[in-house]
C-alpha cells in the first residue's frame, strides 16, 4: 500500500494535469485560426467533458480514495456523483464515435466534405451525444433500473443522523440491464469505431496511389500534402481512440464481470487502480494532440510564449 502522502501527491498531480491539459486544448482551439476546423469542434467536447471530470469528479474520487473508499456524503449526493461519472464516460465515447464518422467522410468524401459536415449538423450532433448521455446516467441510476431488486441505490443512507462507515459509493451493476449498457455504450461502439479507422485507413492508402497516379509531377505535391494532412490528423484521433481503449477496457470488463456474477464488491486495490487508469485517460488526451498533430503544437507553443512573455513583463 502506497504511503497517503505519496498517494496525495499523485492523485493530486493527474487532477491538475487533468485540469490544465484540456483548458490548453480549448484555448489552443479557440485562439489559434489553424485549429478553427469543423473536426476540432467535436475535439473541443471531448476536451470539455474531460475538463469536467477533472473539475467535478475525480477530486471527489480521490478524497474518497483517500478515505479507503468510504462515502461520507449521503445517498443523494452519492447518486449525483455517479451520474456525472457515467455521463461524462458515456459523452467521451460518443464523442469518440462522432470523431471517427467526420474522419471517414473527410477521408473518403473530400469534395463533398463541406456540404455534408456542416456546422449546423455538428452543433446538432453534439446537443445530441450530451443528451444521450444524460438519458443513459442520470434515468437510468434515479429510476432504480440497475439494481437487483429495481429500487433506487443509497436512497436509504440519508434515513439516519450520520453517515455509517462501509458505505461504498458505486454503480450497482446488479441485472441484466447492467449487461446491455455495457455491451450497448461501451463495447459495441468501440468495435464500430475500430471498424470504421480501419476503414479510413484502407480509403486513405488508396487515396495517395490514385494521387500519385493521375495528379501531373507539376500539382503533385500540394495535393499530397493537403491529403498527408488529414491523413495524420486521423492517425493523432486513432491515437486518441487507441488510449481511450487501454485505460477503459479494464474498467468496463471488471464490472462486467461483477454484473455476471450479480454482485458489488467494496473498494480494493485492484478496483482502485483500474478507476484511475480510466481517468488518466482524460490527463492523457491532451497530451496526444501535439504529439500526433504539428498544429496542435504550433498552438501549443504560441500560448505558452505568451504566457512566458507576460511573466516577463
Known amino acids: ?105 473527410a477521408i473518403s468524401a473530400p469534395l463533398s466534405y463541406s456540404r455534408r459536415v456542416t456546422p449546423v449538423k455538428v452543433t446538432l450532433a453534439m446537443i445530441a451525444i450530451w443528451a444521450l448521455s444524460l438519458a443513459v446516467s442520470v434515468v437510468p441510476i434515479h429510476l432504480g433500473l440497475n439494481t437487483a431488486d429495481y429500487r433506487v441505490q443509497h436512497l436509504d443512507w440519508d434515513m439516519g443522523d450520520e453517515v455509517k462507515e462501509g458505505h461504498y459509493c458505486q454503480f450497482e451493476w446488479m441485472n441484466n440491464y447492467a449487461l ?25 492508402r488508396e487515396q495517395v496511389r490514385r494521387i500519385r497516379a493521375a495528379t501531373p509531377s ?50 480494493n486495490t485492484l478496483s482502485s487502480v483500474i478507476l484511475w487508469l480510466g481517468y488518466f485517460n482524460s490527463a492523457l488526451n491532451p497530451i496526444l494532440y501535439p504529439a500526433f498533430n504539428r498544429d496542435f503544437r504550433k498552438a501549443y507553443g504560441e500560448l505558452l510564449r505568451c504566457r512566458s512573455a507576460l511573466h516577463g513583463e
Open 1 to 105: 500500500m502506497f504511503p497517503t502522502a505519496l498517494r496525495w501527491l499523485v492523485l493530486v498531480s493527474l487532477i491538475i494535469l487533468t485540469i490544465v491539459g484540456n483548458m490548453l486544448v480549448c484555448l489552443a482551439v479557440g485562439l489559434s485560426r489553424r485549429l478553427w476546423r469543423i473536426t476540432n469542434c467535436f475535439v473541443v467536447s471531448l476536451a470539455v467533458t474531460d475538463l469536467l471530470l477533472g473539475l467535478l469528479v475525480m477530486p471527489i474520487s480521490a478524497s474518497v480514495e483517500l478515505r479507503s473508499g468510504h462515502w461520507p456524503f449521503g445517498g443523494t449526493l452519492c447518486n449525483i456523483y455517479i451520474s456525472l461519472d457515467v455521463m461524462l464516460c458515456a459523452s467521451s465515447i460518443l464523442t469518440l464515435m462522432a470523431i471517427s464518422v467526420d474522419r471517414y467522410l
Open 180 to 204: 446491455i449498457y455495457a455491451f450497448g455504450s461501451f463495447y459495441m461502439p468501440l468495435l464500430l469505431m475500430c471498424g470504421m479507422y480501419l476503414c479510413i485507413f484502407r480509403v486513405a
Open 218 to 267: 507539376f500539382a503533385r505535391a500540394a495535393s499530397t500534402a493537403a491529403t498527408a494532412r488529414e491523413h495524420k490528423a486521423t492517425m493523432s484521433l486513432a491515437a486518441v481512440l487507441g488510449a481511450f481503449v487501454i485505460c477503459w477496457f479494464p474498467y468496463f470488463t471488471l464490472f462486467t464481470c461483477n454484473a455476471i456474477k450479480k454482485k458489488t464488491n467494496p473498494p
